[in-house]
């Protein structure tokens, strides 16, 4: 199969079981509250200050089930969003009916060939997606729909850290239920981001862990050392398009 089949059936599978078993489709949290608190988030929240401004447009690149698309969708005034797995798109649309959301759109698409226009968009979201594409042919495409001046953010994996590469063999290969595509940013990436944004700055964002709130705190603190910040289990990735 081709890494879009792998992709697709992997998050359609899962997608059709949050279907089956999900039984309450509320979404009670706001923007505000989980941005500013998670670490690979925060520089997201910092570099895309203007988000609640009138005309705002973002886009969700990428989005899975689109919790994050929903947070977008109650601070921003129009957000767009897709994903590759029409299952995904199909959880999203529940939650989207369910909370009465009406300034969300999310339709199916591929984030190397999307639908949208030349500068439509002011800022491009994306959590844990571009480890999943070709970054030759996905960037051109988010510089070519963001407006100039515009701020694409991404939290992705990142591959220097041996402790976290192990656990991530051991749950690829033998815990998790679905294989994907999956291939962690490097620092040498960078090179990529710039040649398609004028300003580019990869900020090492969870050390121990993105999840664990009690550790939170510690990991903000090591992270300030420059020397450990490549070896972060996450980077947040903060374009500019001139």
């Given at each position: 199969m081709?890494?879009?089949?792998?992709?697709?059936?992997?998050?359609?599978e899962k997608?059709?079981k949050?279907l089956?078993?999900?039984?309450?489709?509320?979404?009670?949290?706001t923007y505000?509250?989980?941005?500013t608190?998670q670490?690979?988030l925060r520089?997201?929240?910092?570099?895309?200050p203007?988000?609640g401004d009138?005309?705002?447009?973002?886009?969700?690149?990428?989005?899975?089930?689109?919790?994050t698309?929903?947070?977008?969708?109650k601070?921003?005034?129009n957000?767009?969003?897709?994903?590759?797995?029409?299952?995904?798109?199909?959880?999203?649309?529940?939650?989207i009916?369910?909370?009465?959301?009406d300034?969300?759109?999310?339709?199916?698409?591929?984030g190397e060939?999307?639908?949208?226009d030349?500068?439509?968009?002011?800022?491009v979201f994306g959590?844990?997606?571009l480890h999943?594409?070709?970054?030759?042919?996905?960037?051109?495409?988010?510089?070519?729909?963001?407006?100039?001046?515009?701020?694409a953010?991404?939290?992705?994996?990142?591959?220097?850290?041996?402790f976290i590469?192990?656990f991530?063999?051991i749950?690829?290969?033998f815990?998790?239920?679905?294989?994907?595509?999956?291939r962690?940013?490097?620092?040498?990436?960078?090179?990529v981001?710039?040649?398609?944004?004028?300003?580019?700055?990869?900020?090492?964002?969870?050390?121990?862990?993105?999840r664990v709130r009690?550790l939170?705190a510690?990991d903000?603190?090591?992270?300030?050392?420059p020397?450990?910040?490549?070896y972060?289990?996450?980077?947040?990735v903060?374009?500019?398009?001139?």
């Open positions: 081709s890494r879009y089949d792998i992709e697709i059936q992997k998050w359609n997608s059709a949050t089956k078993e999900q039984k309450d489709w509320s979404h009670t949290k505000d509250e989980v941005f608190r670490n690979s520089p997201a929240y910092e570099f895309m203007k988000i009138p005309g705002i447009t973002v886009l969700d690149y990428g989005c899975g089930a689109g919790w698309a929903l947070l977008l969708a601070k921003a005034e957000v767009k969003a897709f994903d590759i797995s029409e299952g995904r798109i199909e959880v999203l649309k529940k939650y009916e369910h909370n009465n959301i300034n969300l759109d999310a339709i199916v698409a591929n060939d999307m639908p949208y030349n500068e439509t968009i002011d800022y959590n844990a997606i999943h594409l070709i970054l030759e042919d996905c960037l051109p495409e988010i510089a070519r729909v963001l407006k100039p001046g515009g701020h953010v991404f939290c992705e994996p990142y591959a220097h850290n041996p590469n192990a991530r063999f749950n690829h290969h815990l998790e239920d679905h294989v994907g595509t999956d962690p940013l490097k620092a040498q990436d960078i090179e981001f710039e040649k398609y944004f004028t300003e580019v700055e990869f900020v090492g964002s969870s050390l121990f862990s993105d009690s939170f510690l903000r603190f090591l992270l300030r050392l020397f450990l910040s490549r972060s289990g996450y980077v947040t903060l374009c500019q398009k001139g």
